[in-house]
């Protein structure tokens, strides 16, 4: 079959020209990727790299891939292993531990492995009132990559998409720009209206199912980060209905809030900021209505069935992504993929089928599991006892050298996506954690003065 497809024209050869709608993680990638294994085996290619942010210079959201900007030290080292070296103008690697809120109390989870460690980023050129930019855009940074191997940066919105009668992709541009592809790569993300288009090609793509969220950036300074939210990513877990997980995420002068649920909107944001559990851990003089930046991103809840067809492909968010973490993660995984099949296997619906398809099932199949795994968090967040008992939990393996990490290894990598969820479920299914998580209930429930004081938070 693949054979036969190769026949018919359907591949990348001498001259061949690639379209990638969007330079985000998942493009830049996949132009970075493309052009270096096209590289090795001597097929000049040329691509072009359409993103109407440019090189994501503006401030603000103008400018900004919006997103948590949480990565795990494991996807910095493999994108190392793969020559792009993430300095430290680019991740603040300084995070070393997680601080969990609940109303019954705080607890402080530490860096369980180096591996597990986690880095924050700023994805644009910073929030809208930033005066002394001190770290690099990661967007910009990935982008610089994928140029620097060859691309060519077409700096306006695709608008129009339509198919030649050879079945060949044709991009029209805001600015005018028309060009004709043998291949034309979606990574437009989960915010674009091309999805609508890209919908009506009649190509079997079928665009994900999104939720609304919500960040929030605001300037307090390094000196009072510090001595507040110190170097810890905080993350509460509270029972407000819609609300499934927001964290406070500490990035030089700035915090970044961001807040996860079901169709987020500026009422329950604002009600989960004033909650006294975020005001414990913000400075008395912090307002909630004095934010430097604020957006509204999507973020997809249902992977795509079909991110393929004859001369076409989709990646990151707008085909398969991970549930809720590590999005870049399954950008940089769908990325080489996607490079991958296309330059070696030929750019047919059933070379992508074969090639491609098996990396979007893995993830897709994950995060199935990783929605029971939501759901058991859920269960737990609903009932104060069972709150008690996991922080009891936490609070008793962090204090104990030793101890198996069994409540934190789980909690660590349910917040920092560092581990498949399918992994995260049997550690949570095994009867020892089962055992301890029934047990730490139980003392719990027992009167205050037998147990010992959780853990004050940072
Ligand atoms: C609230 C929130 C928090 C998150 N936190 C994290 C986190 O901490 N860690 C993590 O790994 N992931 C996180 N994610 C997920 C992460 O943001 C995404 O998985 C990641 O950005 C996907 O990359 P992408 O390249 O597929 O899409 P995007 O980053 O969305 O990039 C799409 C690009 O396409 C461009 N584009 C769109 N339309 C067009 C068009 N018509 N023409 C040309 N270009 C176009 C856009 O300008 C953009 O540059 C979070 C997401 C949300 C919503």
New binding site residues.
């Given amino acids: 079959m693949e054979r036969a497809a190769r026949r018919d024209g359907l591949e990348l050869g001498d001259g061949s020209r690639v379209a990638v709608?969007?330079?985000?993680?998942?493009?830049?990638l996949f132009a970075y990727f493309l052009l270096e294994m096209a590289g090795r085996v001597d097929v000049p290619l040329e691509l072009d790299l359409?993103?109407?942010?440019g090189t994501?210079a503006t401030p603000g959201p103008a400018g900004c891939?919006?997103?948590?900007?949480?990565?795990s030290e494991t996807?910095v080292q493999n994108l190392a292993v793969e020559g792009i070296n993430l300095s430290s103008k680019v991740v603040q690697r300084g995070i070393d531990s997680y601080v969990l809120h609940t109303d019954v109390g705080s607890a402080r989870i530490a860096t369980p492995l180096q591996e597990a460690r986690i880095g924050a980023l700023h994805?644009g050129a910073g929030p809208k009132d930033v005066k002394d930019p001190r770290w690099e855009s990661f967007?910009h940074h990935l982008q610089a990559r994928a140029l620097a191997r060859g691309a060519r940066l077409v700096a306006?919105?695709?608008?129009e998409i339509a198919r030649e009668p050879d079945g060949r992709p044709r991009l029209g541009?805001k600015d005018g720009t028309a060009r004709t592809y043998d291949l034309c790569v979606a990574?437009?993300?989960?915010?674009?209206?091309?999805l609508r288009q890209l919908e009506a090609l009649g190509i079997g793509y079928a665009k994900p199912r999104v939720t609304r969220?919500?960040?929030r950036e605001y300037h307090l300074g390094q000196e009072v980060i510090s001595r507040t939210l110190g170097s810890s990513m905080h993350v509460f877990l509270l029972d407000v209905p819609r609300l499934e997980f927001a964290a406070a995420?500490p990035k030089g002068d700035y915090v970044t809030v961001?807040?996860?649920g079901e169709d987020i909107d500026n009422e329950l944001v604002d009600r989960f900021l004033a909650s006294p559990e975020v005001r414990r851990c913000m400075p008395p003089e912090w307002r909630l209505e004095q934010r430097s930046c604020q957006c509204m991103?999507?973020?997809?809840v249902q992977a795509v069935e079909k991110p393929f067809a004859d001369r076409f492909l989709f990646?990151?968010?707008?085909?398969v992504?991970?549930l809720?973490?590590?999005?870049?993660?399954?950008?940089y995984r769908t990325a080489k993929a996607a490079a991958r099949a296309a330059l070696f296997h030929g750019i047919s619906e059933e070379a992508f089928r074969r090639r491609f398809q098996p990396v979007c099932r893995a993830i897709a199949g994950d995060n199935r599991v990783g929605k029971l795994a939501f759901q058991a968090t859920r269960v737990a967040r609903g009932f104060r006892f069972l709150r008690a008992g996991m922080l009891r939990m936490v609070t008793d393996e962090q204090r104990r050298p030793g101890a198996r990490p069994r409540m934190s290894g789980v909690l660590w990598d349910m917040f920092s996506?560092s581990a498949p969820y399918a992994d995260i479920l049997a550690r949570m299914l095994r009867p020892a954690f089962l055992g301890r998580f029934l047990w730490s209930t139980l003392l719990s429930l027992w009167p205050r003065r037998r147990t010992p004081a959780l853990t004050e938070a940072p």
């Avoid at 891939?65 to 990565?71: L, R, T, Y």
């Avoid at 306006?156 to 608008?159: A, G, I, S």
């Avoid at 809720?324 to 950008?331: P, Q």
């Fill in positions: 709608i969007g330079a985000g993680p998942a493009g830049s359409w993103e109407p942010k994501f891939n919006m997103c948590g900007g949480i990565v996807l994805r967007d306006t919105r695709v608008e541009g990574a437009v993300g989960v915010n674009s209206p091309l969220t919500a960040i995420i961001a807040v996860l991103p999507n973020i997809s990646i990151g968010d707008c085909g992504t991970r809720y973490k590590d999005g870049i993660g399954a950008a996506g």
